[in-house]
């Protein structure tokens, strides 16, 4: 294999596929800026995306058999496999606070009066108003107000055509003016 201080793609590759920890441990110092980027930026948690960093590189370790050449280039399907694991931890984490808010029950209700910014929507109150558009819309719109994604970031994190984006995202800001109207 190449030198001590660097390593041909197919090399990276075959290294990975022989379970050479030296190429691993090259693989992990030289990618894991790029890879951290990434998890970090879907994320938006530095001590969640270190950790899941061990898990994207564990499922590199695990998963190069899967891994077609001709498919791409080993970096493209390094960051794939980043993203998506960041984005499976990011809906896991988003179920996890649903089920959470849904067991809080009808006892949250009763307190909230005190905290109501406008009198008749308050901060829980939006929960609900947002509750009335459609799943990809309300998932366009926590994207965007919550996470700060761009609408081009909200694209490939959905993975539907940009132009969906933003029909969705207009016909949700519309739906939510009528229905605050009527609030």
């Known amino acids: 294999m190449g030198t001590a201080n660097t390593y041909t793609e197919h090399e990276l590759v075959q290294g990975l596929r022989a379970r050479d920890q030296q190429v691993f441990g090259y693989l992990y110092d030289h990618y894991s800026p790029a890879l951290y980027g990434v998890v970090l930026k879907v994320l938006n948690d530095e001590t969640a995306a270190s950790d899941l960093l061990q898990e994207v590189f564990l499922k590199v ?9 001709d498919k791409g280039r080993l970096f493209t ?34 307190q909230t009066h005190q905290l109501a910014i406008h009198p008749s929507v308050d901060h829980l109150g939006l929960s609900k108003v947002l509750e009335k558009l459609s799943k990809e819309q309300r998932a366009i719109i926590d994207l965007a107000y919550y996470k700060g994604c761009t609408q081009e970031e909200i694209a490939r994190v959905l993975d539907i055509p940009l132009g969906t984006v933003k029909t969705r995202m207009r016909n949700a800001i519309i739906q939510l003016r009528n229905i605050l109207k009527q609030v």
């Open 77 to 110: 399907w390094m960051l794939n496999i980043a993203r998506n694991t960041a984005i499976d931890a990011l809906r896991s984490r988003a179920h996890k606070l649903e089920q959470r808010i849904q067991e809080l029950g009808n006892d949250v209700y009763a």
């Open 61 to 69: 370790w695990r998963g190069i058999d899967k891994y077609d050449t």
